[in-house]
T-cell receptor, first 116, second 115 residues
Framework: AQKITQTQPGMFVQEKEAVTLDCTYD???????LFWYKQPSSGEMIFLIY??????QNATEGRYSLNFQKARKSANLVISASQLGDSAMYFC?????????????FGGGTRLMVKP | EPEVTQTPSHQVTQMGQEVILRCVPI?????FYWYRQILGQKVEFLVS????????KSEIFDDQFSVERPDGSNFTLKIRSTKLEDSAMYFC?????????????FGSGTQLSVL
């Protein structure tokens, strides 16, 4: 069974600083995808970044980058130059390409609060 | 940017009543999903739907739940006889082709409160 663990229930970061949100996963499959979503207080789920298990380069999308360490089964999200609008819940999710079909399995989330 | 639309944003119902949650996926998307998030807990997969049939469902999606695409635009989740523990935020999502690397587009959710 898949499992996604986000060990930081809440984090503070100073505006303009970088922050790393942790995500570890557990799967027996060799082929999988890792996703990060942002959930602001308004409730919608916003896609941020994707990393495939066979991707050799760490994914980057603007201020978001994914620190993918396959051997350690971690896929940490790095947000550079934090902005007040980054305050939200952040969810790590995985899609296992083998037994789990097309579903996404989510971690418990990290609430990020950006201080001015 | 196109978006997934969910209505209503909030739904309050009495235990034992039927509710229908509505979603309009992005128009050229072929795969549709329902997820739920009980307050303070993880986002959980309920069901995926493709080509007018369920392609995958979780243990949560029991006989009290059903999904339907009644026309070319709407995708609905019906809970036949609601229970207190059905209170949650329900998210609809869609994707173009269901590829493994493909992101899901989520709606803003329907907050269901069962009293």
């Amino acid at each position: 069974a898949q499992k996604i663990t986000q060990t930081q229930p809440g984090m503070f970061v100073q505006e303009k600083e970088a922050v790393t949100l942790d995500c570890t996963y557990d799967t027996s499959d060799q082929s999988y995808g890792l996703f990060w979503y942002k959930q602001p207080s308004s409730g919608e789920m916003i896609f941020l970044i994707y990393q495939g298990s066979y991707d050799e380069q760490n994914a980057t999308e603007g201020r978001y980058s994914l620190n993918f360490q396959k051997a350690r089964k971690s896929a940490n999200l790095v947000i550079s130059a934090s902005q007040l609008g980054d305050s939200a819940m952040y969810f790590c999710a995985m899609r296992d390409w083998g037994n789990a079909g097309n579903m996404l399995t989510f971690g418990g989330g990290t609430r990020l609060m950006v201080k001015p | 940017e196109p978006e997934v639309t969910q209505t209503p944003s909030h739904q309050v119902t009495q235990m034992g009543q039927e509710v229908i949650l509505r979603c309009v996926p992005i128009s050229n998307h072929l795969y549709f999903y329902w997820y739920r998030q009980i307050l303070g807990q993880k986002v959980e997969f309920l069901v995926s739907f493709y080509n007018n049939e369920i392609s995958e469902k979780s243990e949560i999606f029991d006989d009290q739940f059903s999904v339907e695409r009644p026309d070319g635009s709407n995708f609905t989740l019906k809970i036949r006889s609601t229970k207190l523990e059905d209170s949650a935020m329900y998210f609809c999502a869609s994707s173009v082709a269901g590829e493994k690397s493909e992101k899901l587009f989520f709606g803003s959710g329907t907050q269901l409160s069962v009293l």
